[in-house]
C-alpha cells in the first residue's frame, strides 16, 4: 500500500491530510526518516513549522531529499510566498500544500504525486503493444494474447482501443460499462482495488478488460494523449501483465509515447503490399528510435507460405529484425468472435493457438494423457526388447 510520511509533531495537520485522502493510503506522523518506513511507494510531506528557526529551509529540504529514498517530498507551510514556493523547489521540493488546506486542496496534489510515485517506484507490469491496420484482426489477436499470458497471473489486464466498439468485449463476451474516461477521471483514486470492482472480468481466467469506449460506442471527449499515457503507466503498476491494443489510435505522439514504456511492440500485418505500406506510414508517424525497434516484432497475421512477400522482405521493408508466423482459420475464428468464445480457450486451438502461444512466451506441457501414451508405448518397446534379449 502507497503511504504518506508527514515530518511534523502537528496531530492537527495529520489529521486534516488523512482525512482528505479518504484511507486509502496510509498516513503516519514521524520526527524522523528510517530505512524501514521507505519501503513501496510513496511521499514524504515536511511541516514548514517543524523546521527550527536556525536552520534554512532549503538545507532542512535538501537533508530529507538525500533520505528519502527517491521520494517527492512536499512542503506544508502557511508562507506561500512565490519566493518560499521557489526556495522549495530548488531545494528538492516537488510540491506545496498551505498547512490549513484540507479535503480536495490537499487530495488533487498528493493524488497526483501519488499515482507518478506507483508509477515510478512501483514494480511494474510487463507490457505488451499491439499495432495494425486491421483493428478487429489486432483485437483478436491481442485478447488471446492475454488470455494466453493471464494463465497463472493474478491480474492480467487488456486494454482494447478498438472503434467505435470493443471488439474484445464481443470475442470475451462480456458487458462493459467502465472505460478509458472513466478511469482518467477516477485516476486520484485509481488503484487495484477499485480496478477489481470497475472493470470487466472474464470470469474463466480472470483477465480484466478496460475499453476506449466504455460500452458508449462512441469515442471519449475530453481525454488527451497525455491522459492516457500516464492511465497506462498507473496501470502497469496495478497489474502484473498488460496487453494493449492500440486498435484505433493513430495519434503519433501518443503512440510514440506508448512504444517508449512497452516491453514488446507487436506489429500485426498480413501479407500484403497495402497493409505493408500502412504499417510502414504508421511507424514513420511514431518516428521510433533504435531501442524502440529492437523491441519490435512482426506478426504476420493470416500466414500464407504461398505468398511471395514473407517475412523476411516484410522486416527489410519496416527496418526491424524479427518476425512469426500467425496462420489462421478464418471461419473458426468468425465463429469464436460470434459466440463470444476465444479460440484461446478451446482444448485445442490448432497451429494457430500455438503460434499465439509462442508470441506469448508461454509453451504448454503435452496434456497427461498424451505424456501416458508415449509412455505406455515407451514401456512396450522395452519389453519387445528384452523378450528379443
Not at 164 to 189: C, H, K, Q, W
Not at 219 to 224: A, D, I, K, N, Q
Not at 235 to 257: E, F, I
Amino acid at each position: 500500500m502507497a503511504g504518506i510520511l508527514i515530518l511534523s509533531v502537528d496531530r492537527m495537520l495529520t489529521q486534516r491530510i488523512e482525512a482528505a485522502m479518504g484511507g486509502r493510503v496510509s498516513v503516519e506522523m514521524v520526527q524522523a526518516l528510517e530505512p524501514q518506513m521507505l519501503d513501496g511507494p510513496g511521499i514524504v510531506v515536511i511541516d514548514r513549522a517543524a523546521i527550527p528557526p536556525e536552520r534554512s529551509l532549503a538545507a532542512a529540504i535538501g537533508a530529507v531529499a538525500q533520505s528519502a529514498g527517491g521520494r517527492q517530498i512536499v512542503l506544508a507551510s502557511d508562507e506561500a510566498g512565490s519566493e518560499e514556493i521557489l526556495s522549495a523547489v530548488r531545494a528538492g521540493a516537488h510540491d506545496f500544500i498551505a498547512r490549513q488546506a484540507e479535503g480536495k486542496e490537499v487530495t488533487e496534489v498528493m493524488a497526483r504525486l501519488l499515482n507518478s510515485a506507483l508509477a515510478d517506484q512501483n514494480s511494474q507490469g510487463h507490457l505488451t503493444l499491439l499495432l495494425g491496420a486491421d483493428p478487429e484482426a489486432v483485437a483478436l489477436l491481442a485478447t488471446d494474447m492475454a488470455l494466453v499470458r493471464a494463465a497463472g497471473r493474478q491480474s492480467g489486464l487488456l486494454i482494447d482501443c478498438t472503434l467505435p466498439t470493443s471488439a474484445a468485449a464481443a470475442y470475451l463476451d462480456l458487458d462493459v460499462s467502465y472505460g478509458m474516461a472513466s478511469a482518467i477521471a477516477d485516476i486520484e483514486r485509481l488503484d487495484a482495488n477499485l480496478l477489481s470492482s470497475a472493470l470487466a472480468r472474464h470470469g474463466q481466467t480472470g483477465l480484466q478488460l478496460l475499453t476506449f469506449d466504455g460500452g458508449t460506442g462512441a469515442e471519449p471527449v475530453g481525454v488527451s494523449p497525455g491522459d492516457i499515457v500516464a492511465l497506462v503507466r498507473l496501470l502497469r503498476a496495478c497489474s502484473s501483465d498488460v496487453v494493449l491494443n492500440a486498435g484505433s489510435l493513430r495519434h503519433g505522439g501518443l503512440l510514440r509515447d506508448l512504444c517508449l514504456i512497452a516491453d514488446r511492440i507487436e506489429l500485426v500485418c498480413t501479407q500484403s503490399i497495402r497493409d505493408l505500406e500502412a504499417m510502414r506510414r504508421l511507424l514513420d508517424k511514431i518516428t521510433p528510435d533504435a531501442v524502440m525497434m529492437a523491441r519490435m516484432r512482426l506478426l504476420m497475421w493470416d500466414h500464407q507460405p504461398g505468398v511471395l512477400l514473407d517475412g523476411k522482405r516484410m522486416t527489410e521493408a519496416l527496418g526491424i529484425t524479427t518476425s512469426l508466423c500467425i496462420p489462421t482459420d478464418p471461419v473458426r475464428q468468425r465463429n469464436a468472435l460470434n459466440a463470444g468464445r476465444p479460440v484461446a480457450l478451446e482444448s485445442d486451438g490448432g497451429p494457430y493457438l500455438q503460434a499465439v502461444r509462442r508470441a506469448s512466451g508461454v509453451f504448454a506441457l503435452p496434456p497427461a494423457g498424451a505424456r501416458g501414451q508415449i509412455d505406455k508405448l515407451r514401456r512396450a518397446m522395452m519389453r519387445a526388447v528384452e523378450r528379443r534379449a
